[in-house]
């Protein structure tokens, strides 16, 4: 198979078929809620969607969202951005995507998915040898993203952990009823704003699973009490009501300037769609 | 579970109460941005809404023969259509507005004086839903607007929802709203 079909394989499958760790944590969240309620049942509908898009390979959520490319730097020549756009032309003509990208001044459609800047593709040193990675965000979700400066006054947050916090926690409060919850957030503390939220979304790549979790104690406790929080809330999947919120946090931070504290949220929804493809090296 | 089939009772409709889950089948009609704005300022298409059901959806529909298979098609974020919906409901008669976040204050107070509800789909079950299509009975503005943006007809079945806003002024998400935010409050 040469490398367009392999591409369009793996924009196909990242399409229809949910993660694991993703698909695991609403069957969790699911056996959690009170059987009969919305929240039950939209569980329910999410879990039968999951397994039927499975089965047909056909895309889970109609928004196919804004395809990021995550590739191996060595690649660049064999997965080039002429190969990658020939894989997603060829996916869009096949329905594995819509037709999902429009010319921001003129309003016209780009029928095969193909722009300058659009299929977004990152050559980077972080992923597994010869790997290709990628993430389907849905605009519903990526308009629920967001991006703080503190101190903020409105929340009464400082600019320490606790700060942060309350930053995260108005994200998913904000969200709800929008943001096709139960959501994943992936979060960065500092940097500066374009790059925090480059790094906030590249957590939505880190599993759900315990081998996702931060390596750093701090980070990993902030993980794990703003999953806690957040489910106490009440907001449940689709805003509905219920005790399932969020599937996951990952947080990761990055270096700032004295002047700046940027916390920045990118808020995933419960159709977190990432692939990955790899090629021998 | 509620079973509503087309054409909606007006009865049965204003019967609902926020919080039921329901099952619809048959006509259900797509209509997004383009589709709302094209109402606003005055264009019509021979289509009647009345006693009918619009859904917030931009669909994957893809060529089948002469006809057309439908791959994917979940709701859309309602908001958005916020500004046209009470209108739209007052003029056209429909009973169901299916879609995903929910509407206004000033479209729930629609619903309530001209009996219609609103039915919340799974966001991303895009699907489980375009299994619920049984047949596509026609499109309209498909040229002018596109795939995504069309009002397509579809004939469903045991399509899956829960009523979030009700014919008598009650939204789950705002009693889920002023819930939520009074336990941040608490713990912030």
């Known amino acids: ?281 | 579970m509620k079973e509503l089939t087309y054409p909606f009772d007006e009865r049965q409709i204003r019967a609902l109460k926020a919080g039921d889950a329901v099952e619809i089948s048959g006509l259900v009609h797509t209509g997004r941005d383009k589709f709302h704005k094209f109402f606003a300022d005055g264009g019509k298409i021979a289509v009647d809404f009345r006693d009918g059901a619009l859904y917030h959806c931009g669909p994957v529909c893809v060529k089948a023969g002469d006809g057309w298979r439908v791959v994917s098609a979940g709701p859309t974020t309602s908001v958005r259509e916020n500004p046209y919906e009470p209108k739209f409901i007052a003029s056209s008669g429909v009973r169901i507005i299916i879609g995903k976040g929910g509407m206004d204050a000033a479209t729930l107070a629609a619903m309530k004086k001209h009996g219609c509800v609103y039915v919340q789909a799974v966001g991303g079950a895009g699907a489980l839903y375009a299994a619920s299509v049984k047949r596509v009975a026609g499109v309209d503005l498909f040229e002018e607007f596109g795939a995504a943006e069309a009002c397509w007809h579809f004939e469903v079945e045991g399509f899956r929802g829960v009523v979030a806003m009700d014919a008598h002024g009650n939204s789950l998400f705002d009693k889920v709203a002023s819930a939520s935010d009074a336990l941040l409050r608490e713990i912030l």
């Open chain 1, 1 to 281: 198979m040469n490398t367009v079909e392999k591409l369009a394989g793996l924009i196909r499958e990242t399409s229809s078929s949910l993660p694991e760790d993703v698909e695991s944590a609403l069957a969790k969240a699911k056996r959690r809620e009170q059987g009969g309620s919305s929240a039950s049942v939209v569980l329910g509908t999410v879990l039968d969607n999951v397994r039927l898009a499975r089965k047909l390979g056909s895309p889970l959520c109609q928004d196919t969202g804004t395809l990021a490319f995550y590739i191996d730097a060595s690649l660049r020549r064999k997965v080039s951005p002429a190969v990658v756009k020939k894989a997603v032309a060829l996916a869009t003509t096949r329905g594995y995507l819509r037709k999902n990208c429009i010319d921001s001044v003129t309003g016209k459609s780009y029928d095969d998915n193909c722009a300058d800047g659009a299929p977004v593709i990152h050559y980077v040193d972080w992923v597994e040898k010869g790997c290709v990675r990628l993430v389907l965000k849905g605009g519903g979700s990526e308009n629920m993203s967001r991006q703080y400066s503190l101190p903020d006054s409105t929340l009464g947050a400082g600019r320490d952990i606790a700060g942060v916090r309350k930053c995260i926690l108005d994200a998913v409060v904000k969200a709800q009823g929008f943001g096709c919850a139960p959501g994943i957030l992936g979060v960065c503390i500092g940097g500066d704003r374009a790059t925090a939220y480059e790094v906030a979304k590249e957590q939505l790549l880190r599993s759900l699973d315990a081998s996702g979790e931060s390596s750093d104690a701090v980070l990993r406790r902030l993980e794990k009490s703003i999953l806690r929080e957040s489910n106490s809330l009440g907001i449940g999947p689709m805003g509905l009501g219920g005790k399932t919120t969020l599937l996951g946090v990952r947080i990761a931070s990055r270096p700032r300037v004295p002047a700046s504290f940027f916390v920045t949220v990118a808020y995933m929804c419960w159709a977190c769609r990432r692939g990955s493809l790899k090629f021998k090296v």
